[in-house]
């Protein structure tokens, strides 16, 4: 099988929903199938809705030398607005949305979230299939759209390797240490890091709170979260690390009591999966397809986003209840051995895609 990937942007990006595409490609490329990756500009720096409606792209979207089409939804400004008489030209099937999370659910102003609902309702327009991260996105893509869209549910995979499983002994404290919560997310409006700042700083007693992700995305909203630090006294408490992979991440991992991330909303959160493999025991978003993976009060915490009482509580217990934290990081490995590998995940995405050809 040919498939041509389309992406927006730098491929080899940080972000979850990046790093969810690249390892599908080597999964899929393992698995003998041909894929040509084409990683379409980023949108031109225009203000507002020009930026968008001057984002078509008619260069790199081509039919001829692939059997399938598959656009992640990031590339959804080449294709929604592109001329009807162009999309008629495409007529190779099948073509294929791959979709994180709509950006129509992010917490948007009125106005932007109508636009935004709008080019996504036109992407979909021209798809004949959905790979939804989560089921919990493949329903708001039925919901968004009004049509039963042929569609599988392909979830991240986990890391099948020596090293990445929870071999720490469950829920188990460190002598002496503070009490460390990990965040793992790049510094954006959208992944609810004031409301964590706010929340810890309610624990007294010695914590501390690791955040390790990019603090460039949105600079106006990580210089508000350096002022709140600075009002309420917790840069002994807290440190940003800046995006961080490999042993420096895992030594987060290693040395952390809890993870938590309690986002406005998340498609699924590879993060959530990654923290449960080092055998931690997890808060997460309330909001969008977390809850896939954690069953609140089973395998894990979930929390409303912005319930900065609630997330409080939920750390406070954790810092307190040893048997609580056990129990929940116990279940939580076990929710990850049960979990699909990426050769899985890939499997069934490439069966859907010759399914729908």
């Keep these: 099988m040919r498939i041509r990937f389309y992406l927006r942007g730098d ?5 979850g929903d990046y790093r969810y595409d690249a390892r599908l490609i080597r999964e899929w490329r393992a698995l003998g199938a041909e894929v040509e990756l084409v990683a379409l500009p980023k949108c031109p720096p225009l203000p507002g809705l020009a930026s968008q409606l001057f984002c078509v792209d008619t ?4 039919d001829e030398g692939a059997d399938v089409h598959v656009f992640d939804l990031m590339a959804a400004p080449a294709v929604a607005w592109l001329p009807l008489s162009i999309q008629r030209r495409l007529t190779v099937r099948p073509r ?18 109508r636009f935004i609902a ?4 036109r992407f979909f327009a021209a798809m004949h299939g959905v790979l939804a991260v989560t089921s919990v996105t493949a329903r708001r893509v039925r919901a968004l759209t009004g049509r039963t869209l042929p569609a599988a549910v392909v979830p991240p995979g986990r890391e099948d390797t020596p090293g990445v499983p929870a071999t720490r002994r469950a829920g188990q404290r460190r002598p002496g240490a503070p009490f460390t919560i990990l965040c793992v997310a790049n510094v954006i409006r ?32 990580a210089r508000s979260l350096v002022h709140l630090c600075e009002r309420r006294h917790l840069f002994g408490h807290v440190r940003f690390h800046g995006p961080l992979t490999g042993e420096p991440l895992a030594r987060l991992y290693r ?21 449960i493999g080092h055998g931690l025991p997890v808060i997460a978003s309330a909001a969008g397809g977390a809850r896939d993976l954690i069953r609140d009060g089973e395998n894990g ?23 609580l934290r056990t129990r929940l990081a116990n279940a939580a490995a076990r929710t ?9 995940t890939a499997a069934r995405a490439r069966e859907f895609l010759e399914a729908v050809a």
């Design 59 to 62: 260069g790199h979207i081509r």
């Design 255 to 275: 040395e952390a009591d809890v993870f938590a991330l309690p986002s406005r909303w998340e498609g699924f959160g590879m993060v959530y999966l990654e923290a």
């Design 96 to 113: 294929v949305a791959l979709v994180h999370h709509l950006v129509s659910d992010e917490p948007l102003a009125g106005w932007r979230r």
């Design 336 to 344: 990850w051995r049960a979990h699909p590998t990426w050769r899985d």
């Design 190 to 221: 959208r992944k609810g890091i004031e409301t964590l700042l706010r929340a810890a700083s309610e624990l007294d007693g010695n914590w501390r709170l690791e955040i390790a992700g990019r603090l460039d995305m949105e600079p106006a909203y």
């Design 11 to 15: 491929p080899g990006a940080l972000a």
């Design 301 to 323: 915490l979930l929390v409303r986003p912005g319930d900065v009482v609630a997330l409080a509580g939920r750390l406070e217990a954790l810092r307190d209840d040893d048997r």
């Design 118 to 121: 709008l080019r996504e309702l």
